[in-house]
């Protein structure tokens, strides 16, 4: 079980793609941090998440301390996505049991001081000019990296994933038909 932890995210376009990024890979709880208020998913959110946000527990934590409280409580290891000299590279790192992959702000990312208290920071590798990735990308190829080898992937039904066990049911009647 993964979590996935917004930290002063301000676009509804970016909060839209990464919950929907989020239910697609079979997330846990979303984590709002730094907001005054629960996040309002309006019309301009829902067009990025097409709704799904209603498929996922949200959870509003007003500062880190709560946040990182609220990870020891749920046994929860904060993993942090950050272009710093100490990272990790994402390929190859292996995530911990409970990861809770947390993505800063578009304009000043997270802090030193958030940093420090992660249990990892991981970084994905660029090879072009662009001085770094948008945040609800970089959190899509985070979970996506997260996701890539469990053994429990949704079947592909017609043109839609379905639930392994819906998969499982459907082809129970194909083959007795």
Not at 73 to 81: E, K
């Given at each position: 079980m993964f979590c996935t932890?917004?930290?002063s995210l301000k676009s509804p376009q970016n909060v839209g793609t990464i919950v929907r990024s989020h239910v697609?890979?079979?997330g846990g709880p979303v984590i709002f941090v730094g907001q005054r208020k629960p996040w309002d998913f309006r019309k301009g959110t829902q067009a990025f998440?097409?709704?799904l946000e209603r498929l996922a527990e949200l959870v509003f934590l007003a500062d880190d301390d709560s946040f990182f409280s609220w990870c020891s409580?749920?046994?929860?290891?904060?993993?942090?996505?950050e272009i710093t000299a100490i990272a990790v590279q994402l390929p190859g790192f292996a995530f911990p049991a409970r990861p809770a992959i947390v993505v800063g702000g578009e304009a000043a990312g997270l802090?030193?001081?958030?940093?420090t208290r992660c249990e990892h920071i991981v970084a994905i590798p660029q090879f072009g000019p662009a001085e770094?990735?948008?945040v609800g990308v970089s959190c899509s190829i985070a979970l996506y990296?997260?996701?890539?080898?469990?053994?429990?992937r949704n079947a592909v039904v017609g043109h839609k994933y379905e639930p392994a066990q819906a998969a499982h049911k459907q082809?129970?009647?194909t083959d007795h038909a």
């Open positions: 932890v917004l930290h697609a890979f079979g998440s097409r709704k409580v749920h046994s929860y290891s904060p993993v942090a996505i802090s030193s001081a958030f940093l770094y990735l948008n990296e997260l996701n890539r080898q469990r053994s429990d082809l129970q009647r």
